[in-house]
């Protein structure tokens, strides 16, 4: 997955972290992890600091403007590794493949909180403070991604009566026109208040997606279909 910042693009190639310049393809540097490792997942960025969790295990703050190493993390033992990395106030916010969320100084690496989902992390993102992510346990969490604390949980998956449940989710979870806005498996988009994760509206798709949103201001929301074409919805 690629990073498009400014006038570079940041993505994996094998095992190396690769900047490019936007515009014309120029390599401008890269960063080689461990071999027979595969940097799969889209680094992120704060400031001139590039934040990469390649397949190594490892997380490695580089400079953005010529790959130097500033400070790498071996946590491998806890996160496997790193599958979906976003930035708030100078914190990243990382998912890993294992159970857990973390929250990591962008500054020097020092572990400032961890969350513990239930299972492995999906549909990450961060939006206004808040981490949001789904747990496969039947929860839509709001992490404070300064603390890491508990916001609230919505319940998507009712395990005994199975009711009213939700489809398992894949695509990201997206926060537009200040709501948070979940689309399941089975193409119904369920849309909740970022205040209290109460379930504002939900609307099916119409067709199957392929497990993607995005949300264009002021103009709805662009899927993915499963035949090859691109949707448009009217605004939520």
């Not at 690769?18 to 997942?41: C, F, I, M, N, Q």
């Not at 709001?142 to 009566?161: C, F, L, M, N, Q």
Request: aromatic content about 10%; glycine content about 12%.
């Amino acid at each position: 997955m690629p990073l498009l910042a400014g006038e570079a693009l940041y993505f994996g190639d094998g095992h190396e972290i690769v900047a490019v310049e936007a515009r014309t393809g120029k390599e401008r540097w890269r960063h080689a992890g461990v071999p027979d490792t595969l940097a799969s997942y889209a680094p992120a960025i704060s400031g001139d600091t590039v934040l990469a969790g390649p397949g190594d295990g490892r997380l490695y703050a580089l400079s953005a403007a010529d790959g130097e190493v500033l400070w790498r993390q071996d946590r491998s033992g806890e996160w496997q590794y790193l599958r979906q990395l976003h930035v708030h106030e100078g914190i990243l916010v990382a998912g890993s493949y294992k159970e857990k969320l973390f929250g990591v100084a962008i500054a020097d690496g020092r572990a400032l909180w961890e969350f513990n989902a239930g299972n492995f992390i999906n549909s990450h993102h961060v939006a206004d403070g808040s981490a949001y992510l789904w747990s496969p346990t039947g929860f839509v969490y709001a992490i404070d991604a300064t603390s890491g604390k508990v916001r609230w949980r919505h319940e998507t998956t009712d395990y005994d009566s199975g009711a009213g449940n939700w489809a398992s989710l894949m695509a990201e979870l997206v926060v537009a026109d200040g709501k948070l806005v979940a689309l399941d498996m089975a193409n119904i988009m369920h849309v909740l208040a970022v205040d209290d994760g109460a379930e504002l509206a939900r609307a099916s798709v119409g067709e199957p997606i392929r497990h993607a949103v995005l949300p264009l201001p002021g103009a709805g929301f662009v899927f993915p279909s499963m035949r090859g074409e691109l949707l448009l919805s009217d605004p939520p």
